[in-house]
């Protein structure tokens, strides 16, 4: 029995003289953190905001009016990439151009989306001269009403779809793309920086509009920036004249497309009642390439093979 008790005894000391040990060599040693802590919650894996897809979502469509200038393919290669984090999307490109040009045709074919790459001409007596403020005529409108045309003619209105007009300047967050996803005539939602003030947008009561944010031209029956809506394909299919009025007075350019096709008490409030500025109304600063010239003079120009 008393042997028993030492050997007992004798076998606790060994151990937890070996464990004490083991403790103190430990805390010598340089710690793994980064296996111990959790990564943070904004770090997001490229594979879990990649497109899915395969759930039966309806299509967005995104129009895009595009024309020639020096910053175009940084302007389409910011734009493609944003597309590329949303699925179920198909992306209709339309160059304000006689012909599609390879810039645009090697951009999309390199962009993983899928496009459809058309092009129409701004009549010379509707075109902004490079003079000219960029508020003196509508820009983008024959290309718009373009892509109608193909959708008219390559869709039904049994496709579940939705139709989002989104010029080549601004910024989207993903976001916008999810809250116009199942718009069932026409969903709006705010826009930053535009009208003249932080944000344009419709104003919300028991979740019905009931009036707009804006200060300019508050008369207009939808003053609506043409990035704060989008339109369910089957409702433009479904009135095959509506389209853009090339000749609508500046600032109506949305109101005439979108009030032979819905009422401002049908309007589908997002992101969160149009509490959310989930796109931006920005513009790009025309680069200045006065340096060009010079350089070509000297017969040291950029290469021309290089595309920017
Ligand atoms: N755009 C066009 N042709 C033009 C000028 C503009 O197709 O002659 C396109 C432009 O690339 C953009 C959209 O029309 O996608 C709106 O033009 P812009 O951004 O200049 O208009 P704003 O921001 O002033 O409303
Ligand atoms: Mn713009």
Sequence with gaps: MRLKLRNIFLVYFVVSSAGLLYALLQLGQQCDCTRQTKPPHDVHRWENTRPRGGENLPVIYVVTPTHARPHQRAELTRLSQTLLLVPDLHWILVEDSAARTTLVADLLAQSKLPYTHLN?????????????????????????????????????????????????????????????????????????????????????????????????????????????????????????????????????????????????????PKADNCTKIWVWHTRTEKPKLKQEDLLEKQGKGSDPKILV
Excluded: C
Aim: glycine share 8%.
């Design 120 to 268: 129409t001409l701004t009549p010379p007596a509707m075109k902004l001269k490079d003079s000219d403020p960029n508020w003196l005529k509508p820009r983008g409108v024959e290309q718009r009403n373009e892509a109608l045309r193909w959708l008219r003619e390559n869709r039904s209105p049994t496709d579940h779809g939705v139709v989002y007009f989104a010029d080549d300047d601004n910024t989207y967050s993903v976001k916008i793309f999810e809250e116009m996803r199942n718009t069932q005539k026409v969903s709006v939602w705010p826009v930053g920086l535009v009208g003249g003030l932080r944000y344009e947008g419709p104003l919300v009561t028991g979740g019905k509009v009931v009036g707009f944010h804006t200060a300019w031209k508050t008369h207009r029956p939808f003053p609506i920036d043409m990035a704060g809506f989008a339109v369910s394909l089957a409702l433009l299919l479904n009135h095959p004249k509506a389209q853009f009025d090339p000749n609508a007075e500046r600032g109506f350019l949305e109101s005439s497309l979108l009030g032979p096709l819905v009422a401002v008490g049908e309007l589908e």
